[in-house]
């Protein structure tokens, strides 16, 4: 059974620049979340995605955005980098969309300059 | 939203010292669980706990979803236990699709 996996590992940007980070889900799991972790503090969700749509939102502006492919992995898309976007940038993904074990994948630490 | 708040903040152990770490939350729950964040950041699967006790190796948990309370103990740790510990939930209302979690129990364990 394949976990679930995160890439890249790291990435550096500059404040205004994009960023994709990309995430494939556990298998047999057909629900994807995001959350964001900045340091010295406990992960924030993002958003959740289900059935290639979004299921749920957290409290972050439009900026940041997502997709969910077929094949259940997903991508987190943020626009316009800000400096408070630094921080380390979880999946995880689950059998269902609620009243189930969550999984997390190794994060992609991203740093704007 | 719901609350989870956990303690000690920071814990400070010898190597064989047993400890007890604690997490409260606000409201009803359909999923609590326990992880452990490496160094590298992974946060490690330890416990899905909505309520009951379980045991794996040194590591136990309890929930007692009435009175909103879960309580982690590590017995005999050892220096591979050092780490940040937090405590997720996942709220019986609308918002039951994420997990909340708490700012975490950062645990040093010395040798």
């Known amino acids: 059974e394949t976990g679930v996996t995160q890439s890249p590992t790291h990435l550096i940007k500059t404040r205004g620049q994009q960023v994709t980070l990309r995430c494939s889900s556990q298998?047999?799991?057909?629900?994807v979340s995001w959350y964001q972790q900045a340091l010295g503090q406990g992960p924030q969700f993002i958003f959740q995605y289900y059935r290639e749509e979004e299921n749920g939102r957290g409290n972050f502006p439009p900026r940041f955005s997502g997709l969910q492919f077929p094949n259940y992995s997903s991508e987190l898309n943020v626009n316009a980098l800000e400096l408070d976007d630094s921080a380390l940038y979880l999946c995880?993904?689950?059998?269902?969309?609620?009243?189930?074990?969550?999984?997390f994948g190794p994060g992609t630490r991203l740093t704007v300059l | 939203g719901i609350q989870v708040e956990q303690s000690p903040p920071d814990l400070i152990l010898q190597e064989g010292a047993n400890s007890t770490l604690r997490c409260n939350f606000s409201?009803?729950?359909?999923?609590l669980q326990w992880f452990h964040q490496n160094p590298w950041g992974q946060l490690i699967n330890l416990f899905y706990?909505?309520?009951g006790t379980k045991q794996n190796g040194r590591l136990s948990a309890t929930t007692v979803a009435t009175e909103r309370y879960s309580l982690l103990y590590i017995s005999s740790s050892q220096t591979t236990d050092s780490g940040v510990y937090f405590c997720?939930?996942?709220?019986?209302?609308?918002?039951?699709?994420?997990?909340?979690f708490g700012k975490g129990t950062l645990l040093t364990v010395n040798p």
């Open positions: 997720a939930v996942e709220n019986s209302g609308g918002s039951n699709y994420k997990l909340t």
């Open positions: 706990i909505p309520s």
């Open positions: 409201d009803s729950v359909n999923n």
């Open positions: 298998s047999g799991h057909n629900t």
């Open positions: 995880a993904s689950s059998p269902r969309t609620a009243y189930n074990e969550q999984f």
